[in-house]
């Protein structure tokens, strides 16, 4: 009689964890990243910084000065 019941509960086990997985998945599908990166500016800044083909100028006359101070004569 037990192995009578193994498919039954197997076909049971399998409804009920596809019944709990299925809704979640279409969860995480429903939302588009690129709302949740409106919204949110570091995640803004790193689609930024990786964009393919990109590129950065960077003007030497824009950057701070250099802090210069005198160094000790034994190096410390």
Known sequence: MARNLTPLLAGFAVAASLGLVLP???AEKSAAPQDRSAADPAA???AVEHEIGHRFRIDPNDLPRRKLAQSSPTGC
Do not use: K, L, T, V
């Open 24 to 26: 979640s998945i279409g």
């Open 44 to 46: 803004q800044n790193f």
